[in-house]
């Protein structure tokens, strides 16, 4: 008899979960991924903040799996489910058939419908995105420091994220520090140390999810940086110049995106009931309506929790993708249903952290909460434990602490050049 | 009284060892460089081969003179230099007055008059080229698994490179070991131990720089690794479907070119007499005729040493711009002409190192030849010892000892999207 076919879309936190909870399953293990590589997101920021390089945060889906004999791994975008065929089609129509399919595909940043203010304000969940952040970022400073008259060049030195959760507070941080530490005494013209960082939040405390305590200390952390906070304030327009908020117009050429995630397009073909942000909503056991060989995991799907969706974070993505690789198993080796589908998945919830800069962060686990030196420690540890291979832990630890001790950040490569996008000087 | 003005063009090995010499002295030192970086060029073919990852291998120039304040840095491209008048002149038109004009703005690859191959055969002088040819072999290796005909597939899994020089040989024993080795076991349709790697040269034997025993030695070494080593061969045309030689023509999707260089463009607008390769002809003190402020430095240059230009590498750009610094510096401080200049430049010759693979390296010092492990360990110190940068030294040895031990490569990642690469599925 042939073997079963499974297929994971998406090797992220979930994908990744499902597939090694599939070792020794006596069925053909399909992944498809559109990049060549499985990314710790919780670190990305570091990416966008030149501290880490792009291998440390990575590890290519095929060494993951280069021993488990019944994953095959396909680098290409799907851009078809047929749920009643039961295949997915790839770009170039390739068709690959499944028995079970698990979904982890992720979500984008959106822009809540004004999409042409993507151009000005990147936003971080690749690592092609991390690395158009450093770019920008990195270039900015250069071209500052050749710009003809300094009030200009101001603009190039204000940095404006929008959104107040754990990735705004990150990138906050990181930018701050990048500027009053990193770069000091490295530039002739401009100084550094001047650079603007303002945080734009739409609800009136930053760090939503977080106990209020907790938001409260991270924004004086930040305030102690130098980041401007700015709560209960409403982004209406952003173009090349700057951005436009309720309260003013601030002229700046440097905003990031922080705010607002939109699930996978490819989730539309799954013809089925999405919510507002389109996420598939999933049953107990993540499955959807009339489908229980198809499952979706992580960011892209909606899996309710004490009355709302369960947070887009990488742990809820691993345990569900261990949940469903445990359950596929079950199933394919007793050949029946799974006794894990009677009690269904339970969500078994880790806390947060959110780190604000060296030795600065915050943190809660149940009813215990964390800041300060404390809490970063425990952020550190954490992140470190959680990385994919050893030779990534041993550099990040080699990274942070070069940072720690010195503020130097390793990864601070530009590739393009900038001749082109240097304001041309005033008439002498 | 006005300080003397010095721009150093190039933060290669010669700029930064001048701009260092000049430490301490009373002048004005600007840097003009494209990139925002210092590169360790003679491992970048680490790169390519996804050993070492961007940041291993340079250094921001801000950060190497952070500490020196009589140096700032611009990253722009200067476009003219005007010798009469004493000014450069960047691409927004900027200009920048100079005392003394230090050239060290390098090569890049030249493909003879045959402009047209570059699309084909990226040749490898930048980190971009270096992440171009990473992301191209990383990529075809996706595509081959993916191909609809083995036929096809292999043509994704054939490397050809043109040139048995230093560069030339190292990429072939890199590109050897990640099929051989790295990528072993990660792929489910092709076996990457079936490519073929293709050295190409045109004189009678690889290394020709080298004594004619240490080339011998250089392709058995890489034959035992399986590359094919084809010399007295002579390329006639390249597209995309493969390399023409004047003994057939070899089916093959990755060529890479490491065959000849070609001095910068902006050397033209010295208005001086160059060599055939674009090298300004120097004199005993690096000068140019008729202007002893403005010297010459590094691949730019063709000083005359023991009958023939002196070769392009890193020990010869280096001392030029060790002299050339403490020339200026005595000129600045004493304020009359330099008693080096009526010594000159003169050269000592560090011999020559190449590396084939793990433990296995050619190199010669004077008159005694080195080869297999000692080579190899000579070349890893000598490598470690001049990289700039203590977490560059201690980053690059750990992935060295990472990847001799288990033959991983840490910086796998491709940054691109294949889809639109794969050619489409056969009738079936």
Chains 1, 2 share one sequence.
Not at 145 to 160: G, M, N, S, V
Not at 220 to 243: A, P, Q, S, Y
Not at 354 to 383: P, Q, S
Request: proline fraction near 4%.
């Amino acid at each position: 008899m042939d073997k079963k076919k499974i297929i994971i879309l998406g090797a992220g936190f979930g994908g990744i979960a499902a597939a090694k909870k599939l070792k020794g399953c006596d069925a053909e293990i399909l992944i498809i991924d559109k990049t060549n590589h499985f990314l710790f997101q919780p670190l990305l920021y570091q990416v966008a903040g030149a501290s880490l390089s792009a291998r440390d945060i990575t590890m290519p889906i095929r060494e993951i799996f280069a021993h488990q004999d019944n994953v095959s791994v396909i680098m290409g975008e799907v851009v078809e489910i047929h749920k009643g065929q039961k295949y997915v089609a790839l770009g170039n129509q390739d068709r690959h058939f499944y028995d079970y399919l698990i979904i982890g595909v992720g979500a984008r940043h959106s822009y809540f419908g004004n999409d042409q203010w993507e151009t000005h304000a990147p936003g971080l969940k690749t690592l092609t995105d991390a690395l158009t952040i450093r770019e920008k970022v990195l270039t900015s400073f250069e071209i500052a420091e050749r710009c003809p008259d300094l009030a200009e060049a101001y603009k190039y030195l204000t940095f404006a994220i929008v959104g107040g959760g754990p990735t705004g507070v990150e990138l906050a941080g990181t930018f701050a520090e990048i500027c009053k530490k990193t770069l000091k005494k490295n530039f002739s013209r401009i100084s550094s140390e001047k650079a603007r960082i303002i945080l734009i939040e739409g609800f009136n405390r930053i760090l939503p999810p977080f106990h209020p305590a907790l938001s409260h200390r991270a924004k004086l952390d930040l305030e102690k940086l130098g980041v401007e906070v700015l709560t209960e304030c409403k982004v209406t327009n952003i173009n090349e110049e700057g951005i436009q908020t309720d309260t003013g117009f601030i002229p700046c050429k440097n905003i990031l995106w922080a705010a607002g995630n939109q699930a996978s397009p490819l989730l539309k073909t799954l013809h089925t009931e999405c919510d507002r942000s389109g996420r598939v909503l999933v049953d107990h056991n993540l499955n959807i309506p009339g489908h229980n060989e198809i499952f979706v995991i992580g960011d892209a799907a909606n899996f309710q929790y004490k009355g709302a969706a369960l947070p887009a974070v990488a742990p809820a993505a691993k345990q569900q993708g261990t949940f469903v690789g445990k359950l596929v198993y079950q199933e394919i080796s007793k050949k029946h249903l799974s006794p894990l589908r009677k009690k269904g998945f339970s969500y078994l919830d880790k806390g947060g952290l959110a780190t604000i800069g060296t030795w600065k962060a915050v943190g809660y686990f149940k009813n215990i909460r964390f800041k300060g030196i404390l809490a970063w420690l425990i952020w550190g540890f954490v992140h470190i434990a959680y990385l994919i291979g050893h030779r990534n832990k041993i550099s990040v630890m080699l990274e942070w602490c070069l940072h720690t001790w010195t503020g130097k950040r390793g990864s601070r490569v530009i590739y393009g050049s900038i001749e082109e996008k240097i304001p041309k000087p005033h008439k002498k």
